[in-house]
């Protein structure tokens, strides 16, 4: 999801998921069978289907990966904490996964990437999407730059 779009397909990864979608030479992530429509008014229009199309990584304010396999190698820090995330589109419960010493608050500074993993997700939209979408996620990736404030939960 972007802050105009929901995008719905098959992200198409090599090697370690997270590695891949962090790339800092990759600027696009291709996705395959893509459904695209529109959050608001204002893009477009109506629904598109897409054979294949590239996503920004910028512009990603979420990614959930709904099939267990997609999640396979996904290794995250054991440590969880709980936040409130608030982004351009929806508010986000989720579980982030911090070192042993970490303070939540650092949360940001603690992590690299762009698309940052959280886990237990609970996913509350500012609007209705006309595409199928689950407000539950075992494991969500975040846009670093989609979170405007969080905290404690």
Known sequence: MTASYQVNGILETVGPTLEFINDTNRDGLVMTDVRV????????????????????????????????????????MQRREYIIMYTP??????????????????????????????????????TTPSLPFSTQADLLMIGRGGIQFFHDA
């Open 37 to 76: 429509a529109p959050l608001s008014t204002g893009g477009i229009s109506r629904e598109l289907s897409l054979p294949q199309m590239t996503l920004r990584r910028h512009e990603i304010i979420f990614v959930a990966f709904e099939l267990p396999e997609s999640r396979e190698g996904l290794h995250l």
């Open 89 to 126: 589109v929806a508010v986000v419960r989720a579980g982030v996964h911090l070192p042993a010493e970490t303070l939540t608050n650092d949360f940001l500074t603690s992590t690299t990437g762009d698309l940052l993993p959280v886990s237990d997700a609970q996913i509350h939209l500012f």
